[in-house]
């Protein structure tokens, strides 16, 4: 359990960076999302629904966490490599998963590898989690 809440709070540190406007992908990211909006229009939709968007991607994380800590815990890996290895095989099946859909949206690429990335790097982040605390 310990292990998934540690992994649930990294996720959200890294998200809130990944998506950061200033620091992470978050300028490229709102530019390609949301082309005719400004930057101050972002920020009132961000104020005014933040509570609800960041509610529901923390239960998302946290349901995507908790399933991998599932994972994990029945696949049983030894070494730092085999986490790095699930760690992989799952973000290549997350990530393919998602560009199965990604033609026939409305949305450009770049934001399907940003996102895509995003989710590649928690679960990257939790398999080390998982390594360290095991």
């Known amino acids: 359990m310990l292990k ?5 709070i ?3 540190s890294i998200g809130i960076f990944w998506y950061s406007y200033n620091y992470g992908l978050g300028k490229a990211w709102a530019s390609n999302a949301w082309p005719s909006k400004s930057y101050e229009d972002l920020l009132k939709f961000q104020s005014d629904s933040s509570s609800f968007i960041y509610g529901v991607t923390l239960l998302s994380e946290s349901f995507v ?3 991998f800590n599932i994972i994990i815990s029945l696949l049983r890996p030894r070494s730092g490599k085999e986490f790095i290895y ?4 799952l973000s290549a ?3 393919s998963a998602r560009m199965i859909h ?4 409305s949305v450009p690429l770049a934001v399907h590898l940003i996102n895509g990335g995003y989710d590649c790097a928690i679960l990257f ?3 080390i989690v998982h390594y360290i605390l095991r």
Not at 86 to 89: G, T, V
Not at 102 to 105: I, K, N, Y
């Open 4 to 8: 998934t809440i540690i992994s649930i």
């Open 10 to 12: 990294l996720s959200v």
């Open 65 to 67: 966490m908790i399933i």
């Open 86 to 89: 699930i760690a992989f095989l």
């Open 93 to 95: 099946l997350l990530y």
């Open 102 to 105: 990604a033609p026939f949206e």
């Open 125 to 127: 982040a939790s398999a």
